[in-house]
T-cell receptor, first 108, second 114 residues
Framework: KNEVEQSPQNLTAQEGEFITINCSYS?????LHWLQQHPGGGIVSLFM???GKKKHGRLIATINIQEKHSSLHITASHPRDSAVYIC??????????FGKGTLLTVNP | NAGVMQNPRHLVRRRGQEARLRCSPM?????VYWYRQLPEEGLKFMVY????????ESGMPKERFSAEFPKEGPSILRIQQVVRGDSAAYFC????????????FGPGTRLTVL
């Protein structure tokens, strides 16, 4: 069983919709990361958070340490948001344990 | 400040050859991580290095794989006698060190074994 679980695996939305991707983890962590990967592309770090909430443009990330749960929200989604979104938990030595990713497709 | 550099971006090898993947961390970063992304699978940790030291290699296959991060120069991930199952994207990430623990990823090296 993967220690980091994401849902949904695939998500299709219409432009402008509000998107939520969920992440649950079973390990003790020092921080939770949200990453973005375009098909065939590199990995971009969106957020690193250990408590509360962070916002960057149309992206919002929240974490509940007690419930071991984090969410990534995208407001007013746009086709350019189409990508794989990956959550990852910081473990010992800060090495990351990754979820399997959520493939988001935003249609115009 | 240049980001994490990896080269080559694409590498094609025949079975039995050696593959050398290089990673130059961001300036001022002394911690390097290697991760592997197999086709249709998620990313997996391979090895964590600091300058001249392997700190954690719990994710490295027991044979054919080795990594180093010398005092000078890039970190190297070396795969000897490659097999088709080694075909994957290999990403490195670097971080500065506590309390600056965010990891920054390189663009990856896509290894194809024929």
């Amino acid at each position: 069983k993967n220690e980091v679980e994401q849902s949904p695996q695939n998500l299709t939305a219409q432009e402008g919709e509000f998107i939520t991707i969920n992440c649950s983890y079973s390990v003790g962590i020092s921080a939770l990361h949200w990453l973005q990967q375009h098909p065939g592309g590199g990995i971009v770090s969106l957020f690193m958070l250990s408590s509360g909430k962070k916002k960057h443009g149309r992206l919002i990330a929240t974490i509940n340490i007690q419930e071991k749960h984090s969410s990534l929200h995208i407001t007013a989604s746009h086709p350019r948001d189409s990508a794989v979104y990956i959550c990852a938990a910081d473990g010992s030595n800060y090495k990351l344990t990754f979820g399997k990713g959520t493939l988001l497709t935003v249609n115009p | 400040n240049a980001g994490v550099m990896q080269n080559p971006r694409h590498l094609v090898r025949r079975r039995g050859q050696e593959a050398r993947l290089r990673c130059s961390p961001m300036k001022g970063h002394s911690h390097v991580y290697w991760y592997r992304q197999l086709p249709e699978e998620g990313l997996k940790f391979m090895v964590y290095l600091q300058k001249e030291n392997i700190i954690d290699e719990s994710g490295m296959p027991k044979e054919r794989f080795s990594a180093e991060f010398p005092k000078e120069g890039p970190s190297i991930l070396r795969i000897q006698q490659v097999v088709r199952g080694d075909s994957a994207a290999y990403f490195c990430a670097s971080r500065r060190g506590t309390p600056y623990n965010e990891q920054f990823f390189g663009p990856g090296t896509r290894l194809t074994v024929l």
